[in-house]
Each structure stands twice: as C-alpha cells, then as structure tokens.
C-alpha cells in the first residue's frame, strides 16, 4: 500500500504518464521498471530494436555507459554487442506461460481440495488457455495497448493472449511471484473469471459434432489410425474423424475419449473456418445419396420434342438444381455456425455473478450424478 503511494506521487514526473496510468488500472500497482511492460506489449511484426537503456534493464546491469576511446574499445564492442537487437514480447511470453501455470495450479490446487489430479489438469488448462486469456486481454484493456503492425492486429487472434502471458512475465521480473498470485486473483478472478464455473463447465465436442451429422444426414465415422505406447509406458491413441468419407482431423490422447474428443474439436473448427471443406462434404453426401436413390427412380416415357425446346428445359433444370445445392450448402453452413457457436467462451464476463460457489458446486455435481 505504501509502495503504490509512492509510486502515485512520483507519477507526474515520469515520462510515460498515460502507460503508467493505464497499467495501474489493470494490474492494481504501478510498474517499477516499465521497460519490462513496454517490451511485453511489443509484437514481433512491430520490428522495434533494442535501445541501450532497455539492454540494461532486460540484462539487469546497473548504469553503466559505453565509454570512449582506445582504451575501452573491447569494452565498447562488448556492451554495443546486443545493440540494434529485435525487441519483442515472445521471451516474456515464454517466461509468462510458465507462471501462470504454477500461479493457477496452485490456485486450482487449493480451492478443489480431494478432487482427482484429471480434474485439476482440465480445470488449470480451461483457465490458461489461449482463448480465455485472449479474451481476458481484451475485457481489461490489454489489446488496447499492444503495438503491433495494423494488419497482424486485426488478423492473429493470438496476439491478446500472448500478450497477457507476456504481461505476467514483466509482472514476475519486477515484483516477483507473489505479485503475480495477487493479480490474477484480485484483478482476474474477483472481477472476470468464475472459476467454479469453468472447472464443472465440459464442452463435449464429440457430442456437438455426432448431434450436427445427424441433422444434417452425414456418415461419420471415428476412424482409429494408431495405438501405442509414449516413453512413460502410458497408453496412446490416435482417431481421425471422417465425415461421408473426406478426412476432418486428427488428434492424439491417452484415452479413446480424449483424442475423440480433440478431433472433434478440431474438425469442428475446420468446418467452420474452410468453407471448401464443407462443401466437399456436401458433395460427397449428394453422390452417395444420388447412388442409393438411382435405382428407385422411374424410367421416364420417350417423347419427341424440339431439339431448342429440350435444351431450354435442360438448362432451366440445371439452374434450378443449381440454385437448390447453394441455398442447401448456406443452409448446412448456417447450422454449422450455429452448432459450433459453443465454442465461444462466455465465461469471461465482468457481470455480477448470480450464484454462490455452493449452488454452482452442488448443481454442477448433481448434474454430473443424473447423467
């Protein structure tokens, strides 16, 4: 408390009031050495170099000068040498990744007491995964700050997340481990995250997408392409989701269940995202079901008609058929958003919340007892 006063009356004589200001307001504490925080929030595309004062501060050297002359020239090779260097957030990154691992672990660890380890790794990966950090990082105005070239901003929906992760790294390097449990619980969980919510939360990917090819009438199939062994001994799996026959994905798991579940998760995407994929799928559903109706249909009666008139007819028909699989394939597309619209995270909100762990505990597991 007395650190943060310190830090206020001090603010209107730093250079970089407004990064300041705006960090307080998402960290709860004012940065001691910003450069940590400037290079966390700096993407690789910005193509920033590094500055001698942020050598000295990312190396944790005391102020030290390149000196002149003859006399120190080794000297000034040596501290010049990481001059000009690319600066960007990927090594924060790296270093943020690890503690929020540890810091949500611990966390996970303490308020699940008795629960299985399987638990306790689904509930930290649902928590530190790219996607809840991305969105995190821009419910509390972390994106807003990141500089990066304009067209990797708008199109790599990483960028949030790495930088939140990057941002626990410079929060670790200047106030240490204790900092950064503080933060992500009175800054992250207090305010965004119902944790109890996510940890009874099971997205069941398998489901949604076996539930998607019955409406829609596509063949699917859980093909198993391999089961072995990894180094520990423990059992591995390898299924390939296939859908009228075209190829989704695949994933491994040390369960049937769980690379099921991965492939399922990522076809779903893939669905979603590459629309020649679906339609591939669509295609090979019309020939099949044309194939199984071919020899059902009635041999039509043989008529003479106008060479002009038979050939106006054919291409009405044509169109017709056309216009009939387009409006099909925008209909299934339609479906499709809408089946995987799950997989949007909306528990990330600043919303008050309604219920009390208890409820949510006691609801959760007695839905998990009656299924």
Not at 22 to 38: E, H, N, Q, V
Not at 164 to 179: C, K, N, P, Q
Not at 333 to 358: C, G, M
Request: aromatic content about 8%; glycine content about 6%.
């Amino acid at each position: 408390m007395l650190n943060n006063l310190i830090d206020r009356i001090k603010l209107p004589f730093r250079k970089e009031k407004e990064l300041y200001f705006s960090l307080y307001k998402i960290l709860g504490f004012y940065p001691r050495k910003i450069t940590y925080y400037k290079v966390a929030l700096m993407h690789k595309s910005l193509g920033h170099r590094a500055t001698e004062e942020e050598l000295k501060v990312l190396e944790g050297k005391k102020n030290k000068k390149i000196k002149g002359g003859k006399k120190n020239a080794a000297e000034n090779r040596k501290g010049a040498k990481g001059l000009g260097k690319h600066l960007n957030n990927e090594r924060l990154e790296f270093l943020g990744d690890a503690i929020l691992d540890a810091v949500v672990g611990d966390i996970v660890y303490q308020r699940f007491p008795g629960k299985p380890e399987g638990f306790l790794t689904n509930t930290r990966s649902k928590l530190v995964q790219r996607e809840t950090l991305g969105k995190l990082a821009k419910e509390m105005g972390i994106s807003n700050l990141i500089l990066a070239s304009g067209r990797t901003s708008t199109h790599n929906s990483y960028i949030g997340g790495n930088a939140f992760e990057a941002l626990v790294g410079a929060v670790y390097l200047d106030r240490g481990y204790e900092a950064c449990q503080r933060f992500w619980i009175e800054r992250v969980m207090e305010k965004y995250l119902n944790i109890d919510k996510v940890a009874y939360k099971e997205v069941n990917f398998k489901s949604k997408l076996l539930e998607w090819s019955q409406k829609n009438r596509v063949q699917i199939e859980f093909r198993l392409e391999d089961q072995s062994q990894d180094s520990h001994g423990s059992p591995t799996f390898v299924y390939t989701v296939v859908l009228e026959g075209v190829e989704g994905c695949k994933a491994e798991g040390f369960s049937k269940k769980e690379s099921q579940q991965k492939a399922s998760e990522l076809t779903l995407k893939k669905l979603r995202s590459e629309n020649k994929f679906l339609t591939s799928i669509f295609d090979a559903k019309t020939a099949r079901t044309q194939m199984d109706e071919d020899p059902t249909v009635a041999v039509p009666e043989v008529e003479k008609q106008p060479q002009e008139t038979m050939f106006r007819n054919e291409q009405s028909d044509a169109v017709e058929v056309k216009s009939q699989e387009a409006a099909t394939v925008q209909e299934q597309k339609s479906e499709t958003e809408h089946a995987i619209d799950a997989l949007n995270l909306d528990d990330v909100s600043n919303a008050p919340k309604e219920k009390s762990k208890e409820d949510i505990i006691a609801e959760a597991e007695a839905a998990a007892y009656n299924s």
